[in-house]
């Protein structure tokens, strides 16, 4: 009991310095081992519905895990997983998840509604999603191999407005999109996304 203790003390320490964390701590294990079974090992999700997670940046992933903790961000299976979490114990998870190289599994897509979305991308989402090659950098998590269903999912949330955590910035950015264009074009926005996972 002890020895568990100290191990979790050192683990913040590791934090507080901002120590890579070692992925074969078993404390680690024992918090991340439920979230394999849905978001695949190391945070590379193959479900459909469930999604990456693998290399999300920490202020999101520890902002989106307190949001559906709290039930303020609608979720199905999320509000009852992360009520079993501390705060710290959420920051080492986003640390570790972080510091995970995404897998971008093959996903299959349109390859015409994937070439208009890469423009429409570029036109609308791009200034803060940016993506270099597969990678998305800035603010986003992954959008680049994102499960579509799940941003199918996400994306309709945010237009009917029913996720009153999403970022103001984010609000407009889908506002000026809808206005300019049709409830469609969003489609093609996903069948490029799709389109950057592997072969
Ligand atoms: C039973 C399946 C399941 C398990 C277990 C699970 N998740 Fe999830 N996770 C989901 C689903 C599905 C979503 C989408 C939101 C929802 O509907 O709950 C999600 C969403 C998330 C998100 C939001 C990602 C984003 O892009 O905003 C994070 C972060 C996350 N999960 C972390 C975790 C962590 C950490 C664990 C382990 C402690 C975990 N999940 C365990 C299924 C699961
Ligand atoms: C002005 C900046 C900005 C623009 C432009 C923008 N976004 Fe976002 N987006 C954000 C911010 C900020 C977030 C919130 C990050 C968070 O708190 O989860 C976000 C979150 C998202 C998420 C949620 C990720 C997740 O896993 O929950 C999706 C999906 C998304 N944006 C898609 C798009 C698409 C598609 C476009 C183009 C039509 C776009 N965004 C344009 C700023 C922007």
């Known amino acids: 009991m002890l020895h568990q203790k100290f191990k979790y003390f050192i683990l913040i320490i590791g934090l507080l ?4 964390i070692n992925a074969a701590d078993p404390q680690i294990h024992m918090l991340v081992d439920t979230c394999i079974a849905c978001h695949g090992t190391d945070g590379s999700s193959v479900g459909s519905a469930t999604p990456n997670i693998a290399n999300m940046r920490e202020e999101l992933f520890v ?7 709290s039930g303020e961000r609608p979720s199905t299976v ?4 992360a009520k079993g979490y501390t705060d710290s114990e959420i920051r080492i998870m986003a640390q570790f998840f972080s510091q995970q190289q995404a897998i971008l599994h093959h996903q ?7 070439i208009k979305g890469r423009e429409l991308h570029n036109s609308y ?6 993506i270099e090659g597969k990678t998305t ?3 986003s998590n ?13 994306l309709t949330e945010f237009i009917n407005n029913s996720d009153p955590t999403i970022s103001p910035l984010m609000k407009n950015a889908l506002k000026h999109f809808i206005d300019n ?3 469609d074009s969003l489609e093609n926005l996903l069948h490029y996304y799709a389109s950057l996972g592997g072969k």
Do not use: T, W
Request: charged share 30%.
């Open 17 to 20: 310095f901002n120590l890579p």
């Open 63 to 69: 902002k989106a895990m307190r949001d559906m903790r």
């Open 78 to 81: 999320m509000r009852i997983v």
């Open 108 to 114: 299959d897509f349109d390859v015409e509604r994937a």
């Open 125 to 130: 989402c791009n200034g803060c999603h940016k």
């Open 137 to 139: 950098e800035l603010l």
């Open 142 to 154: 992954n959008l680049a191999g994102q499960q579509m269903p799940y941003l199918r999912h996400r």
């Open 181 to 183: 264009n049709s409830q």
